[in-house]
C-alpha cells in the first residue's frame, strides 16, 4: 500500500519527489562526510544545532559569492543542517511543491524552484553584506524556496474570486508572519532575510498565475523547466568541481590544525603527569584530561579513559605513591601515541607542501 502510493506520487509530481530526494541524499552525504572525518557529533547536533560541513555541499557565504562562487546562490536550498531541519523543510515541500506542481506542471515547478532559489538567495545575500552581518555566517535551506512558494500562494489566493480564495490566501499570510516571528525569536537558526527574499520572489511570480496556467503543456513551459533543469545540475557540477579543486588547500589546512592539536594534547597531558608527580589533587588531574578525551583517534582516547578511569572514586584526596607511579605510566603510554601521530602529520603536512598540486594552488 505504501509502495503503491510513493509509487503514484513519483508519477504525479515527479519535480517535488526528485527534489526532496535529492535533498535527503546530500544530507546523508554529509553526514557520512562528518563521520568520516572522525567529527563526534551529540544527538542535539543531529536534531537540532546541526552538523555542519554545509561548506563542500555548497551552502551559501557572502565571501564564496564575492569571489564568483554564484552557484551556490542554488545549491545552498539542497543543504540542511539537523534532522529538524529536514524533516520540517521536506514536509513543506511535499505539501506546497505538490499543490504547485498540480497547477502549472513539473517543467514550471522547476522554473519557479530555481526562480525563487537563485533570486531569493541574491536579495538575502545582498542585503546581509549591505548591513556588514556575519560574513562568515553559512546558511542553506529549502526554506527560501518554500517561503516562496508561500508568497506566490498568497497571491493567488488574494487574486483568487471564488469562495476559498481569501481563505487560502489567509492561510498563506499567516504561515509568513509565523515564520517571520520564529526568525525575530531564533535569529541564529533561521535566514530572515532568506524567508524574506524567497517571499517576496515567490509573490512577483503569483501575479504571473494566470500566465502559468495558459502555458501549462505548451512547448515554452517545457523549455523554460528544462532550461531551469538543466543550470540546477550545473550549479551543482560546478560545486563538485569546486570541492576538487580546494581539496589541496582543505587538506593541507585540516593536517596544519591537526598538528597544532596534537601539539596542545602534548603539552597537557606532559602538564598532567607533572602535576601527578607534586601530588595534585584528583579534581585537578580529571580536568585536564577531560579538555583532550574527545580530540583523539579511537586508540589515545582509550588510554586517556584509562587514565581517568584510575582517579574514579578517589575524589577529593590526592593519589598514593603507587597510584601516582601507576598514573604516570599510563599517561607516558598515552604521550608515545601522541608523539607518534605528531611525528606522523607533520611529515604529512611536509609532504602536502611540497605536492606539485598544491603549490599549482597557491599560485592562483
Same mark, same amino acid.
Request: hydrophobic share 45%; net charge positive; glycine share 10%.
Given at each position: 500500500?505504501?509502495?503503491?502510493?510513493?509509487? +503514484?506520487?513519483?508519477?504525479?509530481?515527479? @519535480?517535488?519527489?526528485?527534489?526532496?530526494?535529492?535533498?535527503?541524499?546530500?544530507?546523508?552525504?554529509?553526514?557520512?562526510?562528518?563521520?568520516?572525518?572522525?567529527?563526534?557529533?551529540?544527538?542535539?547536533?543531529?536534531?537540532?544545532?546541526?552538523?555542519?560541513?554545509?561548506? +563542500?555541499?555548497?551552502?551559501? =557565504?557572502?565571501?564564496?559569492?564575492?569571489?564568483?562562487?554564484?552557484?551556490?546562490?542554488? =545549491?545552498?536550498?539542497?543543504?540542511?543542517?539537523?534532522?529538524?531541519?529536514? @524533516? $520540517?523543510?521536506?514536509? #513543506?515541500?511535499?505539501?506546497?511543491?505538490?499543490?504547485?506542481?498540480?497547477?502549472?506542471?513539473?517543467?514550471?515547478?522547476?522554473?519557479?524552484? !530555481?526562480?525563487?532559489?537563485?533570486?531569493?538567495?541574491?536579495?538575502?545575500?545582498?542585503?546581509?553584506?549591505?548591513?556588514?552581518?556575519?560574513?562568515?555566517?553559512?546558511?542553506? !535551506?529549502?526554506?527560501?524556496?518554500?517561503?516562496?512558494?508561500?508568497? /506566490?500562494?498568497?497571491?493567488?489566493?488574494?487574486? /483568487?474570486?471564488?469562495?476559498?480564495?481569501?481563505?487560502?490566501?489567509?492561510?498563506?499570510?499567516?504561515?509568513?508572519?509565523?515564520?517571520?516571528?520564529?526568525?525575530?525569536?531564533?535569529?541564529?537558526?533561521?535566514?530572515?532575510? !532568506?524567508?524574506?527574499?524567497? @517571499?517576496? *520572489?515567490?509573490?512577483?511570480?503569483?501575479?504571473?498565475?494566470?500566465?502559468?496556467?495558459?502555458?501549462?503543456?505548451?512547448? &515554452?513551459?517545457?523549455?523554460?523547466?528544462? $532550461? =531551469?533543469?538543466? #543550470?540546477?545540475?550545473?550549479?551543482?557540477?560546478?560545486?563538485?568541481?569546486?570541492?576538487?579543486?580546494?581539496?589541496?588547500?582543505? %587538506?593541507?589546512?585540516?593536517?596544519?590544525? &591537526? *598538528?597544532?592539536?596534537?601539539?596542545?594534547?602534548?603539552?597537557?597531558?606532559?602538564?598532567?603527569? +607533572?602535576?601527578?608527580?607534586?601530588?595534585?589533587?584528583?579534581?585537578? $588531574? &580529571?580536568?585536564?584530561?577531560?579538555?583532550?578525551?574527545?580530540?583523539?583517534? &579511537?586508540? =589515545?582516547?582509550?588510554?586517556?579513559?584509562?587514565?581517568?578511569?584510575?582517579?574514579?572514586?578517589?575524589?577529593?584526596?590526592? /593519589?598514593?605513591?603507587? %597510584?601516582?607511579?601507576?598514573?604516570?605510566?599510563? /599517561?607516558?603510554?598515552?604521550?608515545?601515541? *601522541?608523539?607518534?601521530?605528531?611525528?606522523?602529520?607533520?611529515?604529512?603536512? @611536509?609532504?602536502?607542501?611540497?605536492?606539485?598540486?598544491?603549490? +599549482?594552488?597557491?599560485?592562483?
Amino acid at each position: 500500500m505504501i509502495l503503491r502510493t510513493l509509487v +503514484r506520487e513519483c508519477r504525479n509530481f515527479p @519535480a517535488t519527489i526528485a527534489i526532496c530526494t535529492i535533498w535527503i541524499a546530500v544530507f546523508a552525504a554529509m553526514v557520512a562526510n562528518q563521520l568520516a572525518d572522525g567529527v563526534s557529533l551529540r544527538w542535539t547536533q543531529w536534531l537540532f544545532s546541526g552538523i555542519g560541513g554545509g561548506h +563542500r555541499f555548497g551552502d551559501l =557565504t557572502f565571501p564564496e559569492v564575492s569571489r564568483g562562487e554564484i552557484w551556490r546562490l542554488v =545549491t545552498c536550498t539542497f543543504v540542511h543542517y539537523s534532522l529538524l531541519h529536514i @524533516a $520540517l523543510n521536506l514536509l #513543506a515541500m511535499y505539501q506546497l511543491g505538490t499543490l504547485v506542481e498540480s497547477w502549472y506542471g513539473s517543467p514550471q515547478f522547476v522554473f519557479i524552484y !530555481g526562480v525563487v532559489a537563485g533570486f531569493g538567495n541574491l536579495f538575502a545575500i545582498l542585503v546581509r553584506s549591505h548591513n556588514g552581518w556575519g560574513p562568515r555566517v553559512h546558511s542553506g !535551506g529549502g526554506s527560501v524556496v518554500i517561503l516562496g512558494l508561500v508568497g /506566490l500562494c498568497a497571491i493567488v489566493g488574494w487574486r /483568487l474570486r471564488a469562495r476559498m480564495g481569501p481563505l487560502f490566501y489567509r492561510q498563506m499570510v499567516g504561515v509568513l508572519i509565523l515564520t517571520a516571528l520564529l526568525g525575530i525569536a531564533l535569529p541564529r537558526y533561521i535566514d530572515n532575510w !532568506g524567508h524574506a527574499g524567497g @517571499a517576496l *520572489v515567490g509573490s512577483v511570480l503569483g501575479f504571473c498565475h494566470g500566465a502559468f496556467l495558459r502555458a501549462v503543456s505548451k512547448p &515554452r513551459a517545457w523549455g523554460a523547466g528544462v $532550461l =531551469t533543469g538543466i #543550470a540546477i545540475a550545473l550549479c551543482g557540477a560546478a560545486q563538485v568541481i569546486a570541492d576538487r579543486v580546494e581539496a589541496p588547500t582543505r %587538506e593541507k589546512a585540516e593536517a596544519v590544525r &591537526r *598538528v597544532a592539536e596534537l601539539e596542545r594534547v602534548s603539552r597537557g597531558l606532559d602538564l598532567a603527569r +607533572r602535576l601527578a608527580g607534586q601530588n595534585a589533587d584528583v579534581k585537578q $588531574l &580529571r580536568a585536564i584530561l577531560g579538555l583532550f578525551e574527545t580530540n583523539l583517534d &579511537r586508540s =589515545t582516547q582509550a588510554g586517556i579513559s584509562r587514565a581517568r578511569g584510575m582517579l574514579e572514586g578517589k575524589m577529593p584526596r590526592t /593519589l598514593s605513591s603507587s %597510584e601516582r607511579q601507576q598514573f604516570h605510566d599510563q /599517561l607516558s603510554d598515552v604521550l608515545e601515541e *601522541v608523539h607518534r601521530a605528531h611525528r606522523a602529520e607533520r611529515l604529512r603536512l @611536509a609532504r602536502l607542501r611540497s605536492a606539485p598540486r598544491y603549490r +599549482r594552488g597557491a599560485a592562483r
